[in-house]
């Protein structure tokens, strides 16, 4: 009789303890984005993000690197892209532009349009966001497919 109390006093503390355990929250965002309305794309790509790699280019397989390279969506329609001197290269308003994007299954998207301080266009497709990636491309059939991740 000892030995069932001693037991169950056990399993009783051991239960107590897995219950007791906090589960860290893990939200991953899988969200396809070129084919939703532009306010659904401006709300998931606002904030900083850390530039991880780029992939294809003239060379398909080819990756592209940057250790540290960033860019933020504002949430007044602005794209800044910080220089490491503190200077930006591109602090200006994106202009969203309806169209056939490429890699988009001829779906229409809204394209992000803006310039750079030397005047360099830069036009892309805003992809996915893929376990907490964003991926955008260039709007070219050579494009690099970009992929960042948040950053606080």
Request: glycine letters at 6%; aromatic letters at 16%.
């Amino acid at each position: 009789m000892k030995r069932i109390i001693i037991i169950l006093f056990i399993v009783k503390i051991a239960g107590f303890i897995l219950l007791s355990c906090k589960k860290e929250a893990t939200s991953s965002v899988n969200i396809v984005l070129y084919d939703k309305p532009l306010a659904t794309i401006q709300h998931y790509i606002q904030g900083k993000w850390k530039f991880v790699y780029g992939k294809g280019g003239f060379c398909g397989t080819c990756l592209h690197y940057c250790d540290s390279c960033f860019i933020e969506f504002t949430p007044d329609n602005r794209v800044l892209v910080p220089n490491r001197d503190g200077t930006y290269s591109t602090d200006t308003t994106i202009e969203w532009v309806r169209d056939i994007g490429t890699y988009t299954n001829n779906d229409s998207t809204y394209l992000m349009k803006f310039y750079d301080k030397n005047g360099y266009p830069n036009i892309y497709v805003i992809e996915r966001i893929y376990h907490d990636t964003l991926i955008y491309h260039d709007n070219s059939s050579d494009a690099i497919f970009y992929h960042y991740i948040r950053y606080n």
